[in-house]
């Protein structure tokens, strides 16, 4: 039977997926295909975070079953969970895993490819969000996605991630580190850490954040650690401190901000303002960057249009981002009303066509100070990790603080880490 995976969203969904193709691939009769190919079977794992997100979803749902009709297509994820009834109502779509039942989708893809599951079976747990599934992403033996924490306790105004993922929980330490050293035996030498909200680590385990770093941090194999998620006001001096001393932990962090407006971020149920945000930015630059090292990589998620934002509000935000905090990159989002949150039901909603300049112009700023970022460390001392994708004759890799490198394909250099100069 040909299987195709396709993932939608974020890197916890690549992760899981990956996960998902292990454990089916293992099995006798499955034969992996492309996304773009024909198969008999269609595992879609889904993302819900804007109304752009579950359009795109519908139509790569639809997409495969154009592309063979008579094929089972197995959906997932976030979308398959908040709109479970919308989603086996699909034409084509045979099974229905929302994220409370994720963990048993292998063992339901077999009994479904079996024949004992119905025409279109639309799955519901009971007892939601009772587990936290292990997942990691592998096989291209350059980097792996780690998840380590799922699920958010927060409840902002604006977000489904809550009811999609459930409540923030994480499975032990001690489970997490022996799925490093599986990674590790497989010869990927950088894991990037994943979750919803990283920094929340420790729910369900009575553990903390800063002592599965500090677990890690002893994993033979793994040279490089990369954070992803976490929000400002759960990153520690410790955690800083232990990022700064440790080699294996990068000078690149995924944050959080949303809005550079407290009035925003009051609004909207953020547990932070911008005065601990820069101080957090400031801190990590104080204690990562030393004179004619590189600098660190922040990565910065910005929403545009949050209901009540002003003109004024949206400027100041933009100054910000521009003068303060000057990030290496901005992940920009339009503000996309969610059914069912409380900002979708707020007054002073930002129209479209405002939503879209401000996205544009938030852009450009990206694109600046991305350039300045590559500038500033031009020259300066790094180490990159090869992958093995070719194009056109030549090969990429990511520097310590995530500056894409090109260099000509060397086979023997693929999967190593070799000293350069950016």
């Known amino acids: 039977m040909r299987i195709a995976f396709l993932t939608l969203g974020c890197k916890l969904n690549f992760a899981e ?80 895993l929302g994220a409370t039942e994720k963990s048993t989708l292998p063992q339901r893809v077999l009994e479904l490819v079996g024949g004992s599951s119905s025409p279109v079976k639309v799955i519901t747990d009971p007892s939601p969000y009772k587990e936290t599934s292990l997942a990691y992403s592998s096989g291209d033996r350059t980097r792996s996605f780690l998840k380590v924490q799922d699920g958010c306790d927060n409840f902002c105004a604006y977000c489904t991630v809550p009811f999609a993922r459930g409540r923030s929980r994480n499975r032990p330490i001690a489970e997490l580190v022996a799925q490093a050293g599986e990674i590790a035996s497989e010869g990927i030498k950088e894991i990037v850490l994943t979750g919803v909200n990283t920094g929340d680590f420790g729910k369900s385990s009575g553990e903390s954040f800063l002592s599965l770093l500090q677990s890690l941090d002893k994993v033979e194999g793994i040279e490089r650690y990369r954070i992803s998620s976490i929000e400002p006001n759960l990153l520690t001096d410790d955690i800083i401190d232990l990022c700064a001393d440790s080699p294996k932990f990068m000078p690149h962090f995924h944050i959080p901000l949303q809005s550079g407006s407290d009035e925003i971020l009051r609004s909207m149920g953020r547990r932070y303002d911008t005065a601990l945000f820069s101080s957090r930015i400031s801190r990590i630059r104080q204690r990562m960057e030393r004179a004619g090292r590189q600098e660190v990589f922040f990565g910065i998620d910005v929403i545009a249009g949050l209901p009540g934002e002003s003109d004024a509000l949206f400027q100041r935000s933009y100054d910000f981002l521009r003068d303060e905090i000057r990030p290496a990159f901005i ?6 009303p969610r059914p069912g949150t ?57 520097s310590e603080n995530y500056i894409r490198l090109r260099a000509p394909y060397d086979r023997e250099k693929v999967g190593q880490i070799q000293s350069v100069i950016l």
């Open 342 to 398: 409380r900002a979708a039901g707020m007054p002073n909603q930002v129209q479209d066509s405002i939503k879209t300049e401000r996205v544009a112009r938030l852009e450009e700023l990206c694109r600046t100070l991305s350039q300045d970022f590559i500038q500033r460390n031009h020259g300066l001392p790094s180490r990159v990790l090869w992958e093995s994708t070719r194009r056109e004759g030549m090969m990429e890799g990511y």
């Open 17 to 96: 997926t990956s996960t998902y193709r292990r454990a089916l691939l293992k099995e006798e009769g499955f034969q992996e295909v492309s996304g773009d190919g024909e198969a008999d079977l269609y595992l879609v794992n889904t993302c819900a975070v804007t109304t752009h997100s579950e359009n795109k979803c519908r139509n790569i749902i639809r997409r495969c079953h154009r592309k063979n009709p008579d094929a089972k297509i197995v959906v997932t994820g976030c979308y398959a969970q908040i709109r479970k009834d919308e989603v086996g109502a699909l034409e084509g779509v045979s099974l229905v």
């Open 331 to 336: 992940h920009l989002f339009p503000f996309s």
